[in-house]
């Protein structure tokens, strides 16, 4: 509890600070976003005398030296934003350009609210408070997208899928069932809860977030519509965005240690039962648990890699 408040009392104390903006992208609640930054997006206009004064260096010059990274909330672009209490709410799909400094802090450079040819690039040295509720704005959009996309449909109900499926097709004296089943002894409860009470017509997220309503649910289309079997692999969501060797990233760090441990158990296990792969592909009920998720969680398209 000490621990939790002290961390309280720093975001109070420097949530206005550009460090710590950045900082959050890779500590913070969502370090799903940020990606490293080779070639600018082309409706991401920034040039070298926006975010370079006097010449200093060129975005180009620091892409090569790996040190710009890109946050796309392009899933959110075009939503219709809810209506909270007869208030019209906002939703903006920013586009956030980082840059790491020699010292390896990771500030941001620029932010444009919603990719458009007439929209303005916000700067650090826009006045104090054109620059803060730029950065309120992605700091909205970053809770709109790990809510709806990152914590509900790819922790949530994503597991749901995994867990129906080995309910339908796995007996329980099979090793895959005692395998799994004690990390899914509550997927189907908290989910049943949080259709009822989150994101039903008169659930918490329904009502009372922007994305709620008719924007929760192109949300969740369009991430299904673009979902892979490697980004729901910490070692190759890591590599596919670029960030192996960025440091200060704890995420990746700790998770990456989880993730070694975890294999290394399953491995063992799984080894145990099955010496080599024609023995997995020769397993009906294995092949029924994965052809169901297949089918049903990543919707049967070859491109995500799931089968």
């Given at each position: ?19 710590f903006?950045g ?13 490293r ?11 070298d ?8 260096g ?5 892409m ?12 959110l ?10 208030k ?20 941001p ?16 040295t ?9 950065k309120?704005f992605?700091?909205?959009?970053d809770?709109n997208?790990?809510?709806m ?5 790819l ?19 099979h090793p ?5 089943i ?6 189907l409860?908290?989910?049943v ?21 008719e ?7 369009r991430?299904?519509s ?43 296990v799984l080894s ?15 092949q029924?648990?994965?052809s ?13 890699g799931?089968l």
């Amino acid at each position: 509890n000490s621990t939790l408040f002290f961390v309280s009392d720093y975001v109070q104390d420097h949530w206005k600070e550009d460090a710590f903006f950045g900082y959050q992208f890779l500590n913070g609640v969502n370090p799903m976003m940020i990606q490293r930054c080779t070639t600018l997006p082309r409706n991401f206009p920034v040039t070298d005398d926006m975010v370079f004064l006097s010449g200093q260096g060129s975005l180009t010059d620091e892409m090569k030296k790996r040190n710009i990274f890109l946050c796309d909330y392009k899933l959110l672009d075009g939503l219709k934003a809810n209506t909270i209490n007869g208030k019209k709410q906002y939703l903006m799909a920013p586009l956030v350009l980082l840059h790491k400094r020699p010292d390896n802090t990771l500030m941001p450079i620029a932010i444009q609210q919603t990719p458009a040819d007439d929209n303005p690039i916000f700067l650090p040295t826009d006045s104090e408070y054109d620059w803060l509720i730029a950065k309120i704005f992605v700091r909205s959009a970053d809770f709109n997208e790990h809510q709806m996309n990152v914590h509900l449909l790819l922790t949530h109900l994503l597991a749901e899928v995994f867990a129906v499926s080995l309910l339908r097709n796995i007996p329980m004296v099979h090793p895959l069932y005692k395998l799994l089943i004690p990390h899914m002894r509550y997927t189907l409860q908290i989910n049943v809860l949080a259709r009822r009470n989150l994101i039903s017509k008169t659930g918490s997220f329904t009502k009372f977030t922007a994305s709620g309503g008719e924007a929760m649910t192109t949300i969740l289309k369009r991430s299904m519509s673009s979902l892979t079997y490697r980004s729901l692999c910490i070692p190759e969501d890591i590599a596919d965005r670029g960030l192996e060797d960025v440091p200060n990233f704890y995420y990746r760090d700790d998770g990456l240690k989880l993730w070694d441990i975890i294999h290394r158990f399953v491995q063992g296990v799984l080894s145990y039962y099955y010496k080599k792969d024609t023995e997995v592909q020769d397993d009906p009920e294995l092949q029924k648990w994965i052809s169901d998720i297949f089918e049903h969680g990543f919707l049967s398209q070859a491109a995500t890699g799931g089968l």
